[in-house]
């Protein structure tokens, strides 16, 4: 069984930031895309970043262009996301997402993730 291990979350002063990262645990597994949502308190899930499998091309929500990067180690199967300037909006559990192998193109569209972890807090204070 393969999970998603997300990690590097926490509380943050508005201004600051912070570097979730997210890896793969059990059975040796390839994934496609891989991205990240976000969820806050008393809103829908919001496709934050994806990037595709070579790493070569990048999908942002609007709220988030200019102020997060996603990247990815593909030998490690380990994903990245630097978020800078961050605001209290951008306070949520961050999830991570990874497609299957064969899917290698990025997708802002939740049904299209096969994979998920369990999500971490990131709480930006004002």
């Known amino acids: 069984q393969v999970q998603l291990v997300e990690s590097g979350g926490g509380l943050v002063q508005a201004g600051g930031s912070l570097r979730l990262s997210c890896a793969a645990s059990?059975?040796?597994?390839?994934?496609?895309?891989m991205g990240w949502v976000r969820r806050a308190p008393g809103h829908e899930r919001e496709f934050v970043a994806a990037i595709s499998r070579n790493g070569g091309t990048a999908y942002y929500a609007d709220s988030v262009k200019g102020r997060f990067t996603i990247s990815r180690d593909t030998v490690n199967n380990t994903v990245f996301l630097q978020m800078n300037s961050l605001k209290p909006g951008d306070t949520a559990v961050y999830y991570c997402?990874?497609?299957?192998?064969?899917?290698?193109?990025?997708?802002?569209?939740?049904?299209?993730?096969?994979?998920w972890g369990q999500g971490t807090q990131v709480t930006v204070s004002s």
């Open positions: 059990g059975r040796a597994v390839s994934f496609g895309a």
């Open positions: 997402a990874a497609r299957g192998s064969s899917y290698g193109s990025t997708s802002n569209f939740e049904w299209a993730y096969d994979y």
